[in-house]
Structures are given as structure tokens and as C-alpha cells.
């Protein structure tokens, strides 16, 4: 079995227009592990980009602007699959991801599970735990029916890690979600309450509530 | 039956040994029980407590306090203790130059040296620039992403970056080019613009090594010899960190200020020592040592050190209704520690360890005090209260009914507020002694040291093994084993460190590692059980010398701790003294020991044949050898 292998292979430095062009994939796939001029990297592929970023600095070398470990190193790479439910805005998955990113772990959208669809109810957390069977981590993520949720492949299904509601930012919850995700990964504690500063909305809606309760407004 | 109460008030726990003595031979015991004390040791606030104690032991066995016929209390040298701690050092920046903490993720890799300008005038700036952009909250990372990519597109150096959310690996992992960036920045606001900087990120798993370094420092911003004198502290306080930014303004310095800590007074009986309280713990009980035995101490006024001292003595007179010049301090343990403090005048809420010194005081009270307690408890449950005997001598009493002990017998009595050794021998009176400072100082030390701010979790560290939640269904304990559970845990508790109490987790706050908890929590063992339990031990042991002591039970409530009679065991291995936890009636473990002895002590007077000669004696004072 040859090892599959990436490696930059452009020249150290571009001219500075070529950043411009964004290009998506800089890796080239199934290289000669012998033709490579780096060091041989070993490990899975979440270790392999990590060292590459770190080498390619080292080397004067260039990464593409999208995040490198976040793209597909080979189909079924260890990361967290996230499924997003039809009825989200499909930006869910770009929020998750984000704080998967900020993490530091793999993340990568997983297709919504038949069966899971059919369930009443739980079809969220029966879509977030069919995610986690599939990941090779064990994590999965769901997002849909106003809700985000996070679910590890040991669990028993109809008991998510963590839950929570989009109140007020959406991306926000998402981005906990994602973030959650990848301390779940890395045995880190979770957080649970949300950051209170870039929920403007769900403040003045609190406040709102509270003078309405208060029978001010 | 005639049914008789023991009652032990000690500084956190009421005992209570309930026996009916009316039997021939030896008094049967029916019950016992403990609360916490109410109040101060020795103070009418006690009585809640006593009553709620006696209430529990006579429930056990269907009765009331009522049907008591007496309840004794321990004739107390009701050793009063308190303790204090004040930090010596204090790092302050004035001006901001040091940006240095520990963010869970700061972004992307290596050294940047520039100017610091604001992410809003990267469009303004000239194409050779050397610049570490200053990213506020307002800034999305996309955003910022874009922004800076274009400068770098345009020519401009952008070397690194502080960031005011927690976007630093976002923002990173969308630029052309590793640079690094520190995150997590609270008040970017006081971040000065237009001033060189330096920001390194170190990669994962290792921690800054240039902005650590004074020299590296010096190099970095050409700095004369006599200015990188100035920046050690900041070298120091970046040492061990993922990730740094140090920032030059013109005025800038970060200093370690030592607070003027002060100097206490030792009085003793011959000599009168000053020991300077920034010398260290060590020095402060070498010289007690020296002046024993100890009649008073006094702190510097205007001085932290006499700050201390004097709200001790304020405390003591309240409680024992004595004038403040009447309040003698007859024992002092100092502790060194490091405390972690906030900087003052940080941006990034940083943490310095700073010296501390922490000091456990203790004064003796008089007979007077148990009197008026013995006097309100036989008011309270209408039921006669008297003073039962000296609570050294009932601590041996009591400690002797563990299994397998015979005279020559030391008890080391391990409290809350205070350590207390007596030692009996055939033929000679009872030698004890108190010491400040037990169980609470521990605590007092854990919850500084470790910088928890709540002394329930420090109480909690203190007393219970950790664990770590490795995943949702096991743990690892303290020695590497691991445990399984059927149902999965609590996800709030999952990757923390908890205490375990009885099967139940429970989460420690703290981002330290499991192993720094526990050091901690063991040396703050050492220097305050160990240490005190060598004093004590040295002070009654025939000629001072802890070798001629053959046999040493360990009663209180701190004999109760998991891991404290091994580390006693262990220790006093070394000098051929056998130790070993006492086990009080055979069934009690090392608690109730004063409790059970005021029984024992009441029931061989009332037969009138003392089997033990055990005789009232005034208590020794800290460090005397008593003769």
C-alpha cells in the first residue's frame, strides 16, 4: 500500500500578484514519497498539514488561504462530521466549521442519514448521532430545528453531549457547536454559556422581555 | 443508669462520646457524634453546636439530653489560633509593556517585530513597514483576513498581530503567510500604538523562548545593558507561556516592587530577636526556635507583617473579651508560597507568581472561657456541665484505647486551628505542648497557591483524592489507574480535574493540571503538618530529642486525611519513631479522643483509684521543653 502523500511542490516564493488568485488546492495527491524535497512526515493527516504549515514556514514556503487542515486530505480522514438539516441555513456548516478551525481539528460536512430523517422529534440529535458513528473520531454535529447538537459515538443515541438553542446569532451557537466539537476531540472542558459580546440582538431582546414582564413597555 | 456526655469543642468540630458509667468495671459507651463547632473555639456561640452534638448522640440510642446525668467539658487550653497571608512582591507594569498569557489557541507561528498600529490604518501604511496589527473586537476574522492579506499583497511587513477576540488561529490560517498572532487580548485599548513590539508564538507544546530571555529582549529592540537590567521582570513573568508580546514605550517599565513586608518581634523568655519577614519563612522559625519558648510577638506597625498581626490580636480580643494589650501571642508558624497575582496594570488580565508569606498565630486563653461555656450549656439543657480535665491529658486517655497501645505513649493531636503533642510516661507528669497552625493554614495555603478565590473548592482539594475526566464513560485517578462507568458523566465535567468524595465527582474550577494540584496541595501538607508535627514532637520529647520517643498516635480531625499519616509515617521513619493512626475505642478511627477521655477520666475519679497518673498541668508553650 503506497503511501499517500502531499507536498507543496510550487516555488519557495510567488510573485505577490499570485495571492490574488486564491487558488483552492495547492496539494498534489499521491506524490513519491522519495521525490519529496521536505522532510518525510509520518502520522495521520491531521499531524501531516500541521507539520507541513510548520515547515513550509521554515522554508520560506506558501499556503493557500484557506485553512489547510480543514481540507480533505483523503475521504476518510479522521474529523468531525458535521450534518446540517434542510430546513438551516446552509451557512451552518461554515459557522461550525469555524470553530472547529479555531480548535484546531478537522471538520467536514456529512450528508444527512436516511433514517435518521424519519425519527419525529430527535431527528436532530438521530442525525447528530449517525454523524458521529460515521467520523473516525467519534464527534458528531448537527444543526437544524432551531437547535445545535453535539453527540459522541459511545453515547447511548437518544443522549447528546451538548445542547443548545440559536438564541439570538445563529452563527454564533454554531460556532460553539464547532468549537465544543473539537474540545470534545481534544479533552478539553466544553463551554456552555455563551460569549455575551457579539449578541447585541439577544441582550436588547433580554432587556426587552424583562421590561415586558416588569409591564414597563 | 447514670448517663454521661463527653464533649470535645475543637476549632471546626464538636464531639461528643456518650457512656453509661453506672457498670463496674469500665464505662459502656452508647454513642458518639460530630458536628462543626459554632462559633470561635471557647465562646457561648459554641452552644448551638454542643447541643446539636448532644441531640445526635442521644437520638442514637432514643433518648435526650435531658436524661443526661452530666455533660463534661474539656478543662480547655482552648489554643485559639488565626491565620493570615500577605504577598511581598508585587509585579507592575506601568505603562503598558507586556502582554503575556496563556490563550487556549493564540494563531499561526514564530517571531514578529514591528510597529504596533491599529488594524483600521493598515491602509496607510508604507510599503516597507515593519507593523504588527492591533485587531479590536468590531473586526470580523474574515475581515481581518482580508485586510491584512491585501497589505501583505501590497508589500507592507505585517510581522504579527494582537487580537482582541479569540480569532488568532482564524485569522492566521487565512493569510498567505505564517505570522503570528496572540489572542484573547481583554484591553487592546491600552495596547500603545505606533510603538515597537515583538510577538512570538511558540509552536504547540513549547513556550516562547526569545521574549523570555532578557538578552533575547535586548536584541530585539537594541536595548542598553542598564536597560535590560529594566526588563527582567518581564522576561520572568513570560517564562513557561505559549505565547507573548512585549511592547517598548518610551517610559515603559515593568518593575517588581517589594512591598515593604515588615518585621516581627520575638519575645522569649530571655532574648528578644527581630526576624525581617522578607528573609522567609525559614529564617522567621529559626529564630522562634531560637527565643523559645515564645511569650509574644509584635509586627512592624505601618507594615503588612504588622497589619497582620494586629487584626490577630483584634480577633482574639474580641473573642475572649480581653484587652488587646492583654493578648499575648504564644506561637507563630510562617509558611513560604507563591500566590498568583493579577499584574497590575496588565492587558491581558496576565498572572505573576508573586512571594508570600502565610503566618498562623495562636494565643492561649484562660480556664475562665470553658468555665462560661460549660456554665451556658448546663443553662441550655438543664442538665450539670462541669469542666472535665486538661484536653492534652484526655487526648492520651482516650488515644489509649486504641488497640495494640501501651505507655510510654505521645499523641500528636492534628486539628483544624492548632497541632498538639503530649507525651506520658510512667511515673512523671503529662508534657504537651500547641503549636499554630493545622488544617486550616492548609487550606489557607492551597486556596492562594493555586489561586482558586473559594475556600469551600480549597477545603475540597485538601481533603479528597483527584481525578481526571479523560472521556464521557472513564476517569484517571491521581496514580494512573482508570476507572470505568456504565453511564456516561456529566458533560460539564468532562475534561476536568475533579476531587472525588465518596464515588461522587466533583469539578474543580481551575485550569491547572492534575499534577500541579497535587503538588501543591502535598507540600502545603508538608509545610504545615510535618513541619509542626516535628516541632511539637521536639519540644515534649525527653531532652528534646525526637529519637528517645518510641510510640506517636495520630488523633483529630486531620488524622482523617487520605494521604497525611503515610506522609507522617514516612517521615518520621527516619528517626525510629513508630507512627500510626489512632483507632479510639477500637471503633472510631482517630477522632473523639479528648471526647472518650473525659469519659475515662470522670469514670477512674469516681472510683477513686486513678489507674493512669495522669495530673492537671499548666499547658507548655510553644517550643518549650517542659521539665
Known sequence: MPVVFQCEVRPPRLPAQAWGERTRSPWKWGQDPAECQHSPWRGDGRQRSRVAKCHFALHGGTLDAEPVYQSESFPESPAIHVAVLPDVDSAAFRWIRVGAEEEGVPCREAPVQAESRVFGGSDLVAAAYAAAQQSRLGVGVAAGRGRVVLHEAHMPAERPVWESAFAGDFRHVCRLGGCNAGRLVKRMPLRFEQESTLDLAAIVAGIVRSLQGRGIV | ?627
Open chain 2, 1 to 627: 443508669m447514670r448517663l454521661i456526655a463527653g464533649i470535645d469543642v475543637g476549632n471546626a468540630t464538636t464531639e461528643v462520646a456518650l457512656a453509661d458509667v453506672s457498670t463496674p468495671s469500665a464505662p459502656r459507651f452508647l454513642a458518639s457524634s460530630t458536628v462543626p463547632t459554632t462559633g470561635i473555639k471557647g465562646t457561648v456561640r459554641n452552644i448551638p453546636g454542643i447541643v446539636d452534638a448532644l441531640r445526635r448522640a442521644t437520638a442514637a440510642v432514643g433518648l435526650t439530653p435531658r436524661d443526661l446525668s452530666l455533660v463534661l467539658l474539656n478543662e480547655a487550653t482552648p489554643v485559639i489560633g488565626d491565620i493570615a497571608m500577605e504577598t511581598i512582591t508585587e509585579t507592575l507594569v506601568t505603562e503598558s509593556t507586556m502582554i503575556g498569557h496563556n490563550p487556549a489557541s493564540p494563531g499561526g507561528l514564530g517571531l514578529g517585530v514591528g510597529r504596533t498600529m491599529h488594524i483600521r490604518d493598515l491602509v496607510s501604511a508604507k510599503r516597507t513597514d515593519k507593523v504588527i496589527v492591533v485587531v479590536t473586537r468590531d473586526y470580523d476574522f474574515e475581515i481581518v483576513a482580508n485586510i491584512v492579506g491585501r497589505a501583505l499583497e501590497a508589500g507592507v511587513d505585517v510581522q504579527g498581530g494582537i487580537v482582541q477576540a479569540d480569532d488568532g488561529v482564524l485569522i492566521a490560517n487565512r493569510l498567505p503567510k505564517t505570522i503570528p498572532f496572540v489572542d484573547e487580548v481583554a484591553y487592546i485599548d491600552r495596547v500603545p500604538l505606533n510603538m515597537p513590539a515583538a510577538v512570538e508564538v511558540a509552536p504547540q507544546g513549547q513556550a516562547v523562548r526569545q521574549l523570555a530571555n532578557p538578552y533575547g529582549i535586548a536584541s530585539l529592540f537594541g536595548l542598553t545593558p542598564q536597560e535590560t537590567a529594566l526588563v527582567i521582570p518581564i522576561a520572568k513573568a513570560l517564562i513557561g507561556l505559549r505565547s507573548a508580546v512585549v511592547i517598548r514605550t518610551p517610559s515603559g517599565e515593568v518593575k517588581t516592587r517589594r512591598i515593604p513586608a515588615g518585621s516581627l518581634t520575638l519575645t522569649g523568655e530571655r532574648q528578644t530577636l527581630t526576624a525581617k519577614l522578607d528573609g522567609g519563612a525559614d529564617e522567621i522559625m529559626d529564630l522562634i526556635a531560637q527565643v523559645a519558648p515564645l511569650q509574644d510577638v509584635q509586627g512592624e506597625p505601618g507594615t503588612n507583617v504588622g497589619g497582620m498581626i494586629g487584626r490577630i490580636r483584634q480577633t482574639m480580643s474580641e473573642v475572649t473579651e480581653k484587652p488587646i494589650e492583654g493578648i499575648k501571642i504564644r506561637d507563630v508558624l510562617a509558611v513560604d508560597c507563591q500566590v498568583p497575582q493579577r499584574v497590575a496594570g496588565g492587558v491581558a488580565q496576565e498572572f505573576s507568581l508573586e512571594n508570600a508569606v502565610g503566618l498562623a498565630a495562636m494565643v492561649n486563653a484562660d480556664r475562665l472561657l470553658m468555665e462560661r461555656v460549660a456554665k451556658a450549656v448546663s443553662e441550655e439543657i438543664r442538665v450539670p456541665a462541669e469542666l472535665g480535665g486538661v484536653e492534652a491529658n484526655m487526648a492520651i486517655l482516650g488515644a489509649l484505647t486504641t488497640p495494640g497501645t501501651d505507655l510510654p505513649l505521645a499523641v500528636l493531636d492534628l486539628g483544624a486551628g492548632s497541632t498538639d503533642a503530649a507525651l506520658l510516661r510512667h511515673g512523671e507528669p503529662v508534657r504537651s505542648t500547641h503549636l499554630a497552625g493545622a488544617g486550616h493554614m492548609v487550606t489557607l495555603l492551597i486556596n492562594s497557591e493555586l489561586g482558586l478565590g473559594d475556600i469551600e473548592v480549597a477545603e475540597q482539594v485538601k481533603r479528597f483524592p483527584l481525578a481526571k475526566v479523560e472521556s464521557l464513560f472513564h476517569i484517571r485517578h491521581e496514580d494512573n489507574t482508570v476507572r470505568f462507568f456504565q453511564e456516561p458523566l456529566d458533560a460539564h465535567l468532562f475534561g476536568k480535574v475533579v476531587s472525588i468524595d465518596a464515588g461522587r465527582l466533583l469539578a474543580i474550577p481551575t485550569p491547572h493540571t492534575m499534577e500541579r494540584i497535587r503538588q501543591v496541595r502535598q507540600e502545603a501538607k508538608q509545610k504545615v503538618f510535618v513541619r509542626n508535627s516535628m516541632r511539637a514532637l521536639s519540644a515534649i520529647a525527653p531532652a528534646g530529642n525526637l529519637r528517645l520517643i518510641d510510640f506517636v498516635v495520630i488523633v483529630g480531625g486531620s488524622g482523617l486525611d487520605f494521604e497525611l499519616p503515610q506522609m507522617l509515617i514516612r517521615h518520621m521513619a527516619s528517626y525510629g519513631v513508630v507512627v500510626g493512626s489512632a483507632n479510639v475505642r477500637g471503633t472510631e478511627g482517630p477522632v473523639n479522643a479528648v471526647a472518650t477521655g473525659l469519659v475515662l477520666h470522670y469514670f477512674e475519679g469516681q472510683r477513686g483509684a486513678g489507674g493512669v497518673p495522669v495530673r492537671s498541668q499548666a499547658p507548655a508553650a510553644a517550643g518549650a521543653g517542659m521539665g
